[in-house]
């Protein structure tokens, strides 16, 4: 008998789960990787490279800047400038004063010893943006930007936004409730109606104009706002800015778009490695992550207003409770602690009873995300 | 599995004519001869001695004879008459004949010393004892006798003398299914084998030889001929006995050193089903990726890779239907019954000119002729499948039928697998059916069908089907003994569906299907032992629906799409010259000429001249018309292997290949995934090409019991098509944009050690090969590890395989089957980052790293019924344990995101000890 349990629990046993944990042997790959972000500005403006280093798989997400690094831009005329630290990985310099006509190239050194260097590149003037407009559809609001280059050269665009929008509380708050005890509100210097958001691209945004015959981007599509979307509440901005790219940059940039997020089922498509023109002198076979190009930088900026996209269906009301709470200790102390609610108004005016109440991301535009301070260009 | 059958008729059966022998005498002669013709001269030399004269009269006709004689011998008045003359006589006395020639002197005996290695004492030698032949003569008359009697052949009032063709089939002699490759020779120069039908053409010298007919697994069978001139020889071979002493039989089955084709592995049912494979089903693809060369990405997968192919380049045919997906169940079975199957060729190297379309290699499977006697069949009853097979008599000795078919009850399996895969659904079933019929002599007709079927659902609502079907209608005509011909037409066709009703808004069913319809006419003329020659035509009309997506009930919201439908011509023109200028060397030349028309109506995108084909790029569409030449590429293609015997056991082999594909299967998947496309080359997709030199060197030991060779190789490939990143392919209009062409380039060596036969057999193969890609084109724009060579995705360079088999009696035998190869390359993440805003996650280069290594050894034991003649059923039992050593093999390694990490892990489809029983009924 015994023998023949084990027999069985020979023939049953093993039948058990098949998915098991897999480090990959990655064993010889450093930690991290150097990642250079940034467009040195041929225009007579500022240049910023942001640097930062990837991480592991199994390392939570967060941005890892480099900092302490030198970066020097060099002509291949010998002129050398160099990029100064401002923090967050950031280096920036003001006008580089680059020569249309010469060659550039980044060299950092980062603060292990590593040195990496750029291949060098021409400097690609870039067009201006003709204008930005937008098309409104079921879909929502398509922004779209024009541009054109009279002298065909460009052909490879890439464009980032920035955009700001004005939101509103639900409600005027007249009062402040904090440490259990509510006071009027100091007008105008603690108004939390009015707030500003911002938001930039996330997305890679490329066109070229290879199958026109003209170098022209009509309606090159920047980005598109849902229908009832918060951003046309009121009055919306969006700053575009483009950039000319060559043909490996704009290469470069594609390949970052299409290595989708979706990685491995069993039959999730293949992936593909990134490479951009940045080597690291030390160690050639170490990835370096980002493609530095040098162009002028063009901006444009638009704004609209939710008039002009009639009936949007989006209110600032939309989801806003208004409780009443009678004007004694013991409900203030219930509703306000225990129910998270918060006084804006008392009523009636004249002779009140009750508190008007409603939740604190209903008065305070700055639980919504935004920002008190008006924008210099609003 | 085994299964055997139960005859115990140990004899050959051949067909003859009955002779008597006469002496010879001396006759004298008196007589006149004044200014007779020469024919009136033997006609009156005829009615004085019991001789007959054989002469070509166009020859003799304008001589005119003035002769006196007395009392002179036959040779001296013949010596007398041709005096100053170049006519020469020769007197055969034993059968009382009179060869007159010109200028040719005819021998009627051989050298003594011709016969020295065959042994006439008789008593030591077993089989001719043994062996006793049937004689049939035109009127239906049947004698026995042994082969010891002489079988004439040809007709003695014809003799030509010199070289004459024999021909013929060899049959087994219970079912009347002809024997493929069976060896028939009088000498080691004079020897040749029989083709798929059984059909053999021999040239030999006349007068007395020796034949000799060997067929694995038969008893060998020698015959005494008496040549006269061409003729016929059907022979019946006998199953061997398994009698209780081993007799041991050295005879020269050395076809793999003499077969002038070179990589050509054949396997028989019997070879097949000595492995042992997971579920104990004897497995026609399992067993082909354990040969040198071949190799498969996993253990669930379909589809095998040979000689760096990728999976789209084999061409596989069954009795000359082309199977797209030839495997059940994700790969886990394949879809041929082993059953209703003969053997199995594997071209891998020097592909015969009349094969053409892919790169790699043909698979042919080649199903049995039904039983032509006796109603037979088997059954058989798996963990996971049931298998019946049917086959017998329609008309006796005329025409047959053979029917298989296969069903599955899975379900209890999927509950097994892995988590991903719970509630999960699986069916298959497949049907052959064949009838060959024998017209006459010189005409055979054969119908031949097949039907597979497969459904599953992957632990959620959607279910995935796919379908092969196939059927076609060959005509054989002997149009002499030298030259025949094959026609065949037939429709092939694979499909699959993918149909989700769970949420009836969604609802969906979408689908892709291949027809093809072929025309096939090949011709073989057989001149003489030294040339031969193979020519034909083929043509394929391909019509693709290459996806379409349509809503599922009236409720569902899904917009219809529909990808459309392609349409081709895919033709073939071939020559093949076979030279055999000595017993040592041999040469085939082939040459094969291939036209592709992509054919309207079809909308083709145009791209901006040099400049990446991308979405971007894409300048407007040109649309043709119905029945439109759009494109047409051609080419020539070149197929050479030559062979040369150093010693009668070594050969050297060398082949040169080039080759063209026209249709190329879609996958950014290493494996066949039921929902891959094919897609035929059109003006934005070129044709892939490919070529390939090998060199080897094959040895046989031990009486040629052991077989050895090494082989080598190196092939280019290019505008073979890999993916770019994130391509998607299904409802994909604009395909050409998401793929690069890439070249290759592979290289390898190969070695097997084989035992055939013996209480011990199998193969020990070991393989090295590479293969390597590289997006050459700069001008695609984004291009793959910098533009370098890299490795593809079913690049594994170690492989081993072990197969034996030990029958330890005649009831039992054991098999056990060993394999490691290198993992399969992949890409990794290996790492993230931010950029332009948003987290991405960096790779490696592209299958810069690789899957931990395969391992597995599989053990079965087959176990036979007892072996009473009087029993109506015969039975057996097949137990056993794949994957003895209970190792994880991971099927795929692959990354989730979990809690904002990315966390890896490894899946194993087979990770466990799997035990598997089988019982089998022939009846």
Redo the contacts between chains.
Sequence with gaps: MKKLFYILL??FG?????????????NS?PN??L?V?GVLNAAQDSTTVHL??????????T?RTENNAQLTVEGKDNTISSLTETGNGNYVSGNLHLNPNNEYRLRIKTTDGKEYLSDYVKVKLTPPIDSIGWDRSNEGLQIYVNTKDPLNATRYYRW?YEETWEIHSSYFSYFVYENGIVRPRQLPAENVYTCWKYN?????I???S??LQDDIIYKGPITLISPGDERLGERYSILVREYSLEREAY?F????K??????????????????GNIHCINNPAE?V??YVSVSSIQKKRIFISSAEVPQWGFSFLQGCPSVKVALNPDSVKLYFNNFNLVPYDIDPPLFPTSYKTSTPDCLDCRVRGGKLLKPSYW | MQHFRFYFLPFFFIFFNNNIYSQAANYKIDDTFSKVTLIEFFNRVEKKVPYKFYYNKAQLDSFILQLDVKGLTLSGVLKEAFKGTDILFTIDDINRIVYITRKLQLITELPKNIFRHIDYSGAKNNVLNDSIADFDIASGKVTKATTRKLIEIGKKTNRTGGNIILTGYIRNATTGEPLVSASVFTDSVHITTTDLYGHYSLTIPAGNRILNVQNIGMKDGKFQLAVYSNGNLDVNMEEQIRVLKEVVLSSSKSSNIRNVQMGLERLTIANIKNVPTVFGEADVLRVVTSLPGVKTVGEASTGFNVRGGSADQNLILFNDATIYNPSHFFGMFSAFNPDVIKDIELYKSSIPANYGGRLSSVLDISSREGNKKNITGTAGIGLVTSRLQMEGPIAKDKTSFMLGARTTYANWLMNLLPDEFKNSKASFQDIDFSISHQIDSSNNLYFSSYFSNDRFSLGNDTTYGYSNRNVNIKWKHNFSNKFRGVFVTGYDQYLYNVSSDKNKINAFKLGFDINQVNLKASFDYYVNSNHAFDFGISTIRYKLHPGFFNPSGTQSVVQAEEVEAEQALESGIYFTHRFTPNPKLSISTGLRYSLFDYLGPHEISKYVPGQPVTEANRIGTDIYGKGKFIQTYHGPEVRFSVRYFLSPTLSVKAAFNSLRQYIHLLSNTAIIAPTDIWKLSDPNIKPQQGGQVSFGIYKNLKSNTIETSVEIYYKKIRDYLDYKPGASLFLNHNIETDVINTKGKGYGLEVLIKKPGGKLNGWISYTYSRILLKAYDATQGISVNNGKYYPANYDKPNDVTMTGNFKLNHRFSVSLNCTYSTGRPITLPVGRYYYAGSQRVLYSDRNAYRIPDYFRTDFAMNIEGNHKVTQKTHNSWTVGVYNLTGRKNPYSVYFVSENGLVNGYKLSIFGSVIPFVNFNIHF
């Design positions: 020979i023939l093993f039948f058990t789960g098949c998915r098991q944990r897999y480090d990959p042997p990655l790959l991290s990787f990642v972000e930062t280093r990837t991480f592991k798989l199994e390392q939570t997400a941005i980032e930039n691209s996330s997305d890679i490329l066109a070229n290879n199958r290469d940039f594609e390949l970052i299409k290595n989708t997020q979706d990685i491995g089922s069993l039959f999730s498509p293949q992936p593909s490695e990134i490479r990835f992550i980002g």
